[in-house]
C-alpha cells in the first residue's frame, strides 16, 4: 500500500484546510486509517483515526470539536478536514493504514504499518 497526502499549506489562526491521503494497492477498504502529527523537536502523536467500515472514528482532545476525519473508500481517499486552526496545530501531518478488521480503530502509531511522507500544516498567529 502506497500513501500520499496533499492538502497542507499556510494559512492564519481560525482558518480551514482539508488534508487528503490517496492510497493505492491493496483496496484501502480493507484498512483502518488515521492521522498523526509531529511537531519540530516533538514526537509523532495521533490525531484521528477512522475504522476500516468508516462507520467509527476516535480523536486526540486536542482536535475534538475542530478535525473530522472521513473516507471515501470508492476514491480509496481518507480526509481530515481541520477547521478553527490554531498556532500549535503546527506540524507535518502524516497518514498511516494497518489491514485490521472493519470496525478497528487504532490509537497507536506502532500499529500502523504503512506510511505516507507527510504534509506541512503550518498556522500562523
Known amino acids: 500500500v502506497q500513501l500520499v497526502e496533499s492538502g497542507g499549506g499556510l494559512v492564519q489562526a481560525g482558518g480551514s484546510l482539508r488534508l487528503s491521503c490517496a492510497a493505492s494497492?491493496?483496496?484501502?477498504?480493507?484498512?483502518?486509517m488515521g492521522w498523526f502529527r509531529q511537531a519540530p523537536g516533538k514526537e509523532r502523536e495521533f490525531v484521528a483515526a477512522?475504522?476500516?467500515?468508516?462507520?467509527?472514528?476516535s480523536y486526540a482532545d486536542s482536535v475534538k470539536g475542530r478535525f473530522t476525519i472521513s473516507r471515501d473508500n470508492a476514491k480509496n481517499t481518507v480526509y481530515l478536514q481541520m477547521n478553527s486552526l490554531k498556532p500549535e496545530d503546527t506540524a507535518v501531518y502524516y497518514c498511516?493504514?494497518?489491514?485490521?478488521?472493519?470496525?478497528?480503530?487504532?490509537?497507536?502509531?506502532?500499529?500502523?504499518?504503512?506510511w505516507g511522507q507527510g504534509t506541512q500544516v503550518t498556522v500562523s498567529s
Open positions: 498511516g493504514a494497518a489491514f485490521a478488521s472493519s470496525r478497528w480503530l487504532l490509537l497507536n502509531g506502532y500499529e500502523y504499518d504503512y
Open positions: 477512522i475504522s476500516a467500515s468508516g462507520t467509527g472514528t
Open positions: 494497492g491493496r483496496t484501502s477498504s480493507s484498512y483502518a
